[in-house]
DNA sequence: ACGACAAATGATATGTTGTAACATGCTACA
DNA sequence: TGTAGCATGTTACAACATATCATTTGTCGT
């Protein structure tokens, strides 16, 4: 069993506590994202499930997954680079915090942290004070890679 | 002269001062997004000035033109709502530093704010840390508006 | 003023991203 | 086994963005 069916496992179990069901397209979506390891967009999705699993995969579908992915919390997308990428905690357990994005730029391989509090809480001050409110603390910032780093060196 | 013909002549300074030229269709792109006072998509654009300058305005020409004026910051594009705002600091002379959005969902309204550096270096630790490198420190924030809180309360 | 050159715009085509609407198929449960 | 609800298939189209080449307009040296 290796990494990806693990984490398929997990997230196989969090639907079934929620009462909702990880169906074949979801996992080979989900699968997908996970083996990638970086953000796709929705139509890299739509090629690499067809390219992998023998039949056409709609674009339709894909969108209609991505949207239950999401709202599973499997998955997130990046408005920043309209691109979806895989929660990199399906497996922690834990519920995940509203997480911060960053995005590689060159390659679109993407980290998700979560920020100090006390720096967010800097940060929902600032927006106060401009009298807006923060809808959600999610970030996504645009940054380059280890990788990308060194290759530019 | 109004507000709007004001900032437009403080643009047109900037323009010539950087040996370029705001031509009459950059002029109605800018006039345009800062009149709407909030963020517009390109289409959005198109249709306002085919509306207001009674002629049809290409899309093509409006993308031309937003890259122009992005270039010369007197407009910002918003990747988080994929849409473009006039920038809020044309007549300030300043020039300015790298700004962060807060972008009302609801109503597209934008405020151009400058968060703390302190923060801002914070949050540049937290990314070092995470072995990225930020791009850029600008930031897009999905916020409420002080009208659209009321509203909504 | 004239011609030459560069910048800006027009026009058309096409690529990319995302949604609407309705038909069909599958699953769970009575 | 019927049936109701969820999931997927199919088609059409809307919205967003870029490529390419033709035409117009502004600039500058002569
Ligand atoms: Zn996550
Ligand atoms: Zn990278
Ligand atoms: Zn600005
Ligand atoms: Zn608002």
Redesign the pocket.
């Known amino acids: 069993m290796d990494h990806v069916e693990k984490i398929i496992g997990h997230a196989e179990q969090q639907c079934k506590a929620h009462g909702?069901?990880l169906?074949?397209?979801?996992k080979q979506v989900l699968a997908g994202l996970i083996q990638s390891d970086k953000a796709l967009?929705?139509?890299?999705i739509v090629d690499f499930c067809t390219r992998h699993y023998g039949?056409?995969?709609?674009?339709?579908?894909v969108?209609?997954?991505l949207?239950?992915l999401e709202h599973e919390h499997l998955v997130h997308k990046l408005s920043l680079a309209?691109k979806y990428v895989a929660c990199a905690h399906i497996s922690c357990g834990h519920a995940h915090a509203v997480p911060q994005f960053l995005i590689c730029r060159q390659c679109s391989k993407v980290k998700e942290i979560s920020i100090q509090p006390a720096t967010i809480a800097e940060l929902r001050q600032s927006v106060n004070e401009a009298g807006f409110k923060l809808v959600t603390t999610q970030l996504e910032m645009n940054c380059l890679c280890e990788g990308c780093i060194a290759q530019a060196a």
Do not use: D
Not at 41 to 44: G, M, Q
Not at 55 to 61: G, I, L
């Open positions: 909702v069901r169906t074949v397209k979801r967009s929705a139509y890299e039949q056409t995969m709609p674009a339709m579908s969108y209609r997954i949207e239950f309209n």
